[in-house]
């Protein structure tokens, strides 16, 4: 149990559409991470969000945006849906600049199938 | 080309005996992390590496990282059914904690 929870579970959508997908972080995590992960491969980092502002970003067009909000919950935005975003979100909280064992928590993430 | 290789791809051991996962990076890291994963489901962190020639322990995993800190293993002793997953390491290279570049994955089955 990692205090990190997202939802929806699972999701389908069909192309073109838009969908939003939400994090609740842990108490106190001021930093939020996006991760892409397709079938077979290792995750791949969308964007951070630190204080509520985008604090660096993967290889991801503009259709996928994110906000942070101060009661350390975050959404994961993407427009104009396609095949290829197929996969699983994971969504990961952190406190940053304090130990190095106080890492990334990683949530159990959303699977989203788009057809 | 991938920054980040593990190897192998996939493993399927007899339960009791030892295995090794590599994770090799093509420069230098800041950390090195460990994840286990279950088909499907969120990352579970194992471990976490950031000195050179560093080796951390737990349970019956062990991790090292190399002196150049460009590649670090994972062995597990005596395996069990229940460390049957998905390892990822994933690299740090900025200090940011939060953009971490993922391998693809080595895949244990453990058989009873």
Known sequence: E?????????????????VTLRCSSQSGHNTVSWYQQALGQGPQFIFQYYREEENGRGNFPPRFSGLQFPNYSSELNVNALELDDSALYLCASSLPGTSPTDTQYFGPGTRLTVL | SQELEQSPQSLIVQEG??????????????????YKQKYGEGLIFLMMLQKGGEEKSHEKITAKLDEKK?????????????????????????????????GKGTKLSVKP
Do not use: E, M
Not at chain 2, 84 to 96: E, F, P, Q, R
């Open chain 1, 2 to 18: 990692t205090g990190v929870t997202q939802s929806p579970t699972h999701l389908i959508k069909t192309r073109g559409q838009q």
């Open chain 2, 17 to 34: 005996k030892n295995l090794t996962i590599n994770c090799t990076s093509s420069k230098t890291l800041y950390g090195l992390y460990w």
């Open chain 2, 70 to 102: 460009q590649q670090s293993s994972l062995h597990i002793t005596a395996s069990q059914p229940s460390h049957a997953g998905i390892y990822l390491c994933g690299a740090d290279y900025w200090g940011s904690q939060g953009n971490l570049i993922f």
